[in-house]
């Protein structure tokens, strides 16, 4: 039972252009949410995160909305870059400290 | 922030044979660690959770004579898939937590021809 979702799979966007990858989650439990990235053949990387006692977490180009009553949380990237190319995973922490990840989306940014 | 090393990056290996990959926290302790896999167009599969000093915790499915988890240190796991099959083919990642984040090793390519 996949707890975390991400349900489009590719994204591409123009470059300079605002990419926005989506999230959805079951588990109303969940107390902290996390976006990492991934480049093909490598561990994926923290990009950033948000606790769940907030609606929005901002860094750099970077930021992530946490909608509680919809389950869904969003990472907005602007403007995008070429280098944002890759997969993100979305990820959600239980109080036991267990993460779940999404599926992935693979985020194209064209020159 | 906190690094992970895991090692080999990729790795080729004949069937019926068996290949370790070790992930290593270089710049803290970690009494937990996490062994995921991936395959293609997928998300991380969590296999089972490292323990140091007392046995791994498998999730459901994942066969614990097949892959063989020793955490014999606060900075070391050790992932052993024994006698290898193509099927076993995939990406073997390795995490551990510090201050409430996952930090992943670069994982590792086994294929198994």
């Known amino acids: 039972d996949q707890q975390v979702k991400q349900n489009s799979p590719s994204l591409s966007v123009q470059e300079g252009r605002i990419s926005i990858l989506n999230c959805d989650y079951t588990n109303s439990m969940f107390d902290y949410f996390l976006w990492y990235k991934k480049y093909p053949a490598e561990g994926p990387t923290f990009l950033i995160s948000i606790s769940s006692i907030k609606d929005k977490n901002e860094d750099g180009r970077f930021t992530v909305f946490l909608n509680k009553s919809a389950k869904h949380l969003s990472l907005h990237i602007v403007p995008s870059q070429p280098g944002d190319s890759a997969v993100y995973f979305c990820a959600a922490k239980d109080t036991g400290n267990q993460f779940y990840f999404g599926t992935g989306t693979s985020l194209t940014v064209i020159p | 922030g906190a690094v992970v090393s895991q090692h080999p990056s990729r790795v080729i290996c004949k069937s019926g044979t068996s290949v370790k990959i070790e992930c290593r926290s270089l710049?803290?302790?970690?009494?937990?660690m996490f062994w995921y896999r991936q395959f293609p167009k997928q998300s991380l599969m969590l296999m089972a959770t490292?323990?140091?000093?007392?046995?791994?915790?498998?999730e459901q499915g994942v066969e614990k004579d097949k892959f063989l988890i020793n955490h014999a240190s606060l900075t070391l796991s050790t992932l052993t898939v024994t006698s290898a099959h193509p099927e076993d083919s995939s990406f073997y990642i390795c995490s551990a937590r510090s201050g409430g984040l996952a930090f992943f090793g670069q994982g590792t390519r086994l294929t198994v021809v």
């Open positions: 710049d803290f302790q970690a009494t937990t």
């Open positions: 490292s323990n140091e000093g007392s046995k791994a915790t498998y």
